[in-house]
């Protein structure tokens, strides 16, 4: 059986493909994949030094109320 | 490579914070395709992190100016993520708090098909003044999608 050449595009980006995507070479795809997945984690390392950030600015007592938001 | 696909290529590029050149392989895709990818990068990036909600949630507790300030300064760009989740009402308030130099950089961020509402909310002097420092091309299609809409 043929490994499937989209699998990682696919797991990024979701299911089904746009057409046209075959036709990109094994390190266009894994480049297209990780570009995605790059953006991701640096998003959320992003995300994650701005609410400390956001949070050191707040006065304790608003601070507290934020937190408790699940 | 048609300007569409090009453009096509720019915006996926921006969506992930790369260099355009980096996807130079996706100009021979179709620019139908390209635009699906960015599609798809957007639900990612944007509907999968669930933290945007809850910043959302939180902005409405501090006082307008303080959330306004720290916006600016501790979310900076990620504001753009966050917009199309808060209550127009809010976004506006604080959007007019803010220079209109950082909503030029949040209009080139923005996803028009989320934040229209909030977009069109702003009073007009300040929303023309953020577009024409950004020449924003998001708030340029929001624009044009709303003309079309409307006649």
């Given amino acids: ?70 | 490579m048609t300007l569409e696909g090009h453009a096509e290529v720019l915006e996926l590029a921006r969506l992930l914070d790369a260099e355009p050149e980096r996807f130079a392989y996706l100009e021979g895709v179709s620019p139908d395709a390209v635009r699906e990818l960015s599609k798809r990068a957007t639900v990612v990036l944007y509907d999968r992190d669930r933290r945007f909600g809850r910043i959302a949630l939180a902005s409405r507790i501090p006082p307008a100016q303080l959330t306004a300030w720290i916006a600016q300064h501790a979310f900076g760009r990620l504001c753009a993520r966050i917009t199309a989740l808060m209550d127009t009402d809010r976004a506006v308030a604080l959007a007019t708090r803010m220079p209109t130099t950082f909503l030029a950089d949040l209009a080139v961020q923005l996803d028009p098909r989320r934040a229209r509402d909030i977009i069109f909310a702003l009073p007009r002097k300040q929303r023309n003044r953020a577009t024409s420092c950004a020449h924003g091309p998001s708030l340029a299609a929001a624009s044009r999608s709303r003309s079309s809409a409307s006649s």
């Fill in chain 1, 1 to 70: 059986m043929a490994p499937d050449r989209l699998h990682a595009v696919r797991a990024q980006y979701g299911d089904p493909l746009p057409e046209g995507l075959d036709a990109l070479s094994e390190d266009e795809l894994a480049d297209l994949a990780s570009a995605l997945a790059e953006a991701r984690e640096e998003q959320s390392v992003a995300v994650d030094a701005a609410i400390d950030q956001a949070l050191s600015h707040l006065p304790w007592l608003v601070r507290r109320p934020v937190r408790m938001i699940p």
